[in-house]
């Protein structure tokens, strides 16, 4: 089942539920959320979080939690403090689940005594729970608070963050690991004192040589608490040794990083006398047993790693953890992965790793919800979802602060695109406003569209550097770069005819003229033809093995053996099938003439440059669409295209 609908009332900083709240359309879909500081985004995270979390609140001590949560005014509480005593005020959290067949679930509490008990003995809830993940800011603010400190000791870490969320099948079939190290850490229970019944003593190693034979069986009791204790620390420690090879793993092929981690278990310990339990925790110690090819050359982790490399250490713990679903309910009805701003401490490297596996491993296993208050990071997520062919599996949202409203709440800004926002001031006659529209999505279509041979001039100060070329250079580049790369650029001359009307609104004497609002007209579908044009999506890695053969009627052949120099780029254009961007550099490195093999370098611009300057010396015709001559891996790219399903 996937999360369907959220209902929110009067927690934390939403107010009375509102019902055309776009949370009440997520649909089973993933959700990226923008929200400025103050918007009530982290309000979504924590409304779940809360929802999900008291089903792990056991008996009245979890039932008084509960309430405290939803009470008014209490230190805990997480009410919404305009929220009054009426009965349709009352707050609460509702989450609606749909299998996709029109069977739906709701999971709910609000504070009331039928709502906890209801929740406190939902198993499905729990298990939901288990199989759910949230991470923010914080979990990483806990690792670099670790690193900070006088040794690398992670159990905390563990013990907060993990332990809650899983069972070792191995230590307990029903209890996670949480509740069983809880109730290993209060020691074995008391028993009465054979010599002061109305005592109560700690069973204990003393009571072995006792000579009544009823302190013996006490301390059996104590020994089925050795037992249990010796079976914790064996079994944790044999997680650790599972979950440390898949860290590895991921921290070495997805982040890149020479190095390898190694989380060495210091066992729980208890000493035990009749009247006192001498408890100390476990410890989960990280060693980097190799370190670029050298081994044990880091002795002090903590303070020889910096903040990137450290954070890939504990996303690549936490990845590992994630993908484990042995000792997580892989039955479980719903399974979240909640994110909110947990990516604004990295840097851009690790955000790009991290997005790509959110966007390309997990969500095959986890409804989505990313929330973020950083703008470039939001339009770099979009921008990526719209690139991964996934964009039907998302729900895009913007969130601000209404601060016109009697009291400030939650605002979900409509989400229109500039086009869509030009047409609507075009429809208002508000003419400027149109233009500046249209050309604000005009800018964006070609950034996305044109290479950089068409987007980009030598900077004034330094011809060495390149920045971007202004809109009426790209506007006039863009009749170029369809002739080389195959578009008909006849259904977007208008875009070039009419380009002042971008440029310069205001220079026109009348802006109500029929003329004026006519071009206003014709660049508006060009636009609209120009949206259906893509060369964003990524289709081959840049120094990546590619290859092309080339053969005569007379069966006479000629191979290439090249790398690509820069990423290969597919183009995509509504109604056509998806192919390949000739504009990437790319390097020969030997050709095979007929069974005469030569190596050597030479470098080209394009795959149409490498293509027909090959073509002309072996004195065969070329093809317009090169993408079914091109191939790695024993396959075109025309098959590898039609292998993503797009």
Request: glycine share 6%; net charge positive; proline share 4%.
């Amino acid at each position: 089942m996937k999360l369907h609908e959220l209902h929110i009332q009067n927690f934390k900083f939403f107010p009375k539920h509102d019902p055309k709240s776009p949370l009440l359309k997520i649909g089973g879909k993933n959700l990226l959320i923008y929200g400025e500081n103050g918007s009530g985004k982290s309000t979504i995270y924590w409304a779940i979080y809360t929802l999900l979390e008291s089903a792990f609140k056991d008996g009245n001590d979890g039932k008084q939690k509960i309430k405290e949560y939803f009470t008014k005014g209490h230190e805990k509480g997480l009410v919404n403090i305009h929220t009054t005593t009426a009965q349709s005020q009352k707050p609460y959290v509702k989450a609606v689940l749909d299998d996709g067949a029109g069977n739906q679930k709701e999971y709910l509490i609000n504070g009331e005594d039928a709502t906890i008990t209801a929740i406190q003995g939902n198993s499905d809830v729990r298990e939901s729970g288990m199989a759910s993940d949230f991470i923010n800011y914080r979990v990483l603010f806990r690792l670099h608070h670790v690193k900070h400190s006088k040794d690398n000791n992670l159990f905390g870490w563990f013990e907060d963050e993990i332990f809650p969320y899983i069972i070792i099948d191995r230590i307990s079939r029903v209890n996670s690991l949480g509740d069983v190290y809880k109730d290993i850490k209060q020691g074995p229970k008391k028993v009465k004192d054979f010599d002061e019944p109305d005592t109560e003593v700690y069973p204990n190693q003393a009571m072995r040589l006792h000579p009544e034979d009823a302190v013996k069986k006490n301390y059996k009791k104590y020994q089925a608490y050795e037992r249990k204790l010796k079976k914790f620390n064996r079994k944790f420690k044999g997680y650790l040794r599972e979950r440390v090879i898949r860290a590895n793993e991921i921290l070495q092929n997805d982040f890149g990083q020479n190095f390898e981690i190694k989380l060495d278990y210091e066992p729980a310990r208890a000493s035990i006398t009749a009247d006192k339990l001498n408890w100390a925790d476990p410890k989960v110690i990280l060693k980097i047993p190799r370190y670029e090819g050298r081994r044990n050359v880091v002795k002090r982790a903590h303070s020889f790693l910096n903040e990137a490399k450290w954070t890939s250490i504990g996303l690549s713990i936490r990845f590992a953890i994630l993908e484990d679903w042995t000792n997580r309910p892989n039955t479980a009805e719903l399974k979240l992965l909640t994110i909110d701003d947990m990516l604004l401490s990295l840097d851009m490297s690790n955000r790009d790793v991290v997005l790509n596996l959110l966007l390309n491993r997990y969500s095959a296993d986890y409804q989505l919800l990313m929330m973020t208050h950083d703008r470039s990071f939001y339009e770099f997520a979009k921008r990526k979802i719209e690139t991964s062919g996934k964009k039907g599996g998302w729900l895009v949202l913007e969130m601000y602060q209404d601060n016109l409203a009697k009291r400030a709440q939650p605002y979900f800004k409509p989400l229109k695109t500039s086009l869509q926002t030009a047409e609507d001031y075009f429809k208002q006659h508000d003419y400027p406003a149109c233009s500046i529209y249209l050309r604000k999505e005009i800018e964006r279509c070609l950034t996305n569209l044109l290479p950089p041979k068409y987007r980009k001039v030598p900077s004034r100060d330094d011809v060495n550097v390149l920045v971007d070329a202004k809109l009426n250079d790209m506007l006039l580049n863009l009749e170029a770069y369809c002739i080389e790369d195959g578009i008909d650029y006849s259904e977007l001359s208008d875009l070039k005819t009419f380009k002042d009307a971008l440029l310069n609104p205001l220079a026109h004497n009348d802006l109500d003229t029929p003329l004026f609002r006519d071009e206003l007209k014709k660049l508006m579908k060009a636009i609209s033809i120009l949206e259906k044009k893509d060369r964003a999506r990524p289709f081959h890695r840049s120094n990546k093995n590619m290859n092309f053969n080339l053969t005569k009627p007379d069966g006479s052949y000629f191979s290439v053996r090249m790398k690509s120099k820069e990423q290969v780029m597919l183009l995509e254009e509504e109604g056509k099938p998806p192919r390949i961007s000739v504009f990437s550099k790319c390097k020969v490195s030997g050709i095979d003439n007929n069974g005469t093999v030569t190596n050597y370098e030479e470098n080209f611009d394009t795959l149409k440059e490498v293509y027909n300057d090959m073509c002309t010396r072996f004195g065969i015709g070329t093809q317009q669409d090169i993408s079914r001559k091109f191939d790695y891996d024993g396959k075109t790219f025309d098959q590898k295209i039609a292998e993503m399903g797009l």
